[in-house]
C-alpha cells in the first residue's frame, strides 16, 4: 500500500511566477488537506478537498488555491510567488468518517522563491 | 482561538536519558491530540494519539504521552532516548471540519541527541 505521494520534492522558482505541487492520496483515502510549513516553524493549514470541493480554507490569500480530481488526488497552485512563499508543502490525506481525524502526511514538497 | 503551544524550542538530552516534551493546548471541547515526529527532509510520522479514555497513552518507537485536562496540557515522554530519536517533534489539536478534521500544530520542539 503506498503512502502519499508529492511531486515534485524541491523546486526553485522566481518572485511573480506560479507553481503547481501535486498529491496522491493512500489508497482508498479521500479527503486531502495541504499545510505549508515555514523554516522554524509548524505546519498551518491551508485549505482541505473531499468530493472535489474546497470544504475549508485557511488564513491564506486567494493566489493560494487547489483542486482534487475523482481519483482524489489534488494539486495546489500558487500565482504571483512572493519569497514568503518559501516553504515545506505538506499534503495530508485521511479517509472522510471512521478515521477522519487521522491524517498521513506525505513527504513534502519544498519551494525555494529567489 | 484554538492554539498549541510547545515551549521548549530545543531541547538536548544524552543517549540513554529519560524524555520529556512538553505540550500545552487551548481548546473549548475534548481535544483531538496528536504527536507527528519530522527528521530532516521528510514529512510528519504519527507517533501517537489521544481521542478518549485512558489518559496515558502508548505509541511507535517506545514513546508514550499522558492527557491532563486540568493542566490543559499532553505532554511526550520516553524513558530511554536512542541516537535515532534526535528529530523536530509536533504537538498538533484537530479541530473538526463537518466530519473530518483540521490540525492546529505547535511550532516544534527540536531535539538533540548526544552520544
Sequence with gaps: ?114 | AQSVTQPDIHITVSEGASLELRCNYSYGATPYLFWYVQSPGQGLQLLLKYFSGDTLVQGIKGFEAEFKRSQSSFNLRKPTVHWSDAAEYFCAVGRPISVTYKYIFGTGTRLKVLA
Design chain 1, 1 to 114: 500500500d503506498a503512502g502519499v505521494t508529492q511531486s515534485p520534492t524541491h523546486l526553485i522558482k522566481t518572485r511573480g511566477q506560479q507553481v503547481t505541487l501535486r498529491c496522491s492520496p493512500k489508497s482508498g483515502h479521500d479527503t486531502v488537506s495541504w499545510y505549508q510549513q515555514a523554516l522554524g516553524q509548524g505546519p498551518q493549514f491551508i485549505f482541505q478537498y473531499y468530493e472535489e470541493e474546497e470544504r475549508q480554507r485557511g488564513n491564506f490569500p486567494d493566489r493560494f488555491s487547489g483542486h482534487q480530481f475523482p481519483n482524489y488526488s489534488s494539486e495546489l497552485n500558487v500565482n504571483a510567488l512572493l519569497l514568503g512563499d518559501s516553504a515545506l508543502y505538506l499534503c495530508a490525506c485521511s479517509l472522510e468518517g471512521r478515521g477522519a481525524n487521522v491524517q498521513t502526511f506525505g513527504a513534502g514538497s519544498r519551494l525555494t522563491v529567489l
